[in-house]
């Protein structure tokens, strides 16, 4: 019996070094999850709004399920996906689990159709392309980081 096998590790999941830095990247994640979930939603015409509850909450959650009825109403439906960059985090609280952030958000690429495919033109009274901000808390109960703040009017151009 040749008996040089090593003990196997235990498998526990090496601890971030920077609480501050994971709450960030969970933040990010949320923002990042809550408009990939809009434009999928667009894309079937706004027929389940229920994906946008996966990512956002309250007010947020209700002003997308309102866009969202509004367009299903009309027959419409979205194309294209937001592109997120320059994410920064503004206020980081570990315990409270809350972080407020800006990302340039950038939906030149999204497009709003009529149910016969052709476009619908939209009067942009925001930038397409323009810094959002944002809150993003740990919900408890969904065990998960959730948008709860949303600017969607945007700040500045990006």
Do not use: R
Request: aromatic share 8%.
């Amino acid at each position: 019996g040749d008996s040089t096998e090593k003990p196997t590790e235990a498998s526990t999941p090496t601890p971030t070094a920077d609480p501050a830095q994971e709450a960030q990247d969970e933040a990010f994640e949320a923002i990042k999850g809550m408009h990939k979930s809009f434009d999928d939603v667009a894309k079937d015409g706004w027929k389940d709004l229920s994906p946008l509850d996966d990512y956002a909450k309250g007010d947020v959650a209700d002003a997308e399920k309102e866009f969202g009825a509004q367009y299903k109403e009309k027959g419409q439906f979205g194309t294209g996906e937001t592109v997120l960059s320059d994410y920064k985090a503004t206020d980081v609280d570990v315990k409270e689990k809350s972080v407020d952030a800006k990302v340039c958000v950038d939906t030149t690429k999204v497009k709003l159709h009529n149910s016969d495919g052709s476009d619908v033109k939209v009067k942009a009274q925001i930038p397409l392309k323009a810094v959002k901000t944002y809150t993003v808390e740990f919900d408890q109960v969904k065990d998960k980081w959730m948008v709860v703040k949303y600017d969607s009017a945007g700040d500045e151009p990006c």
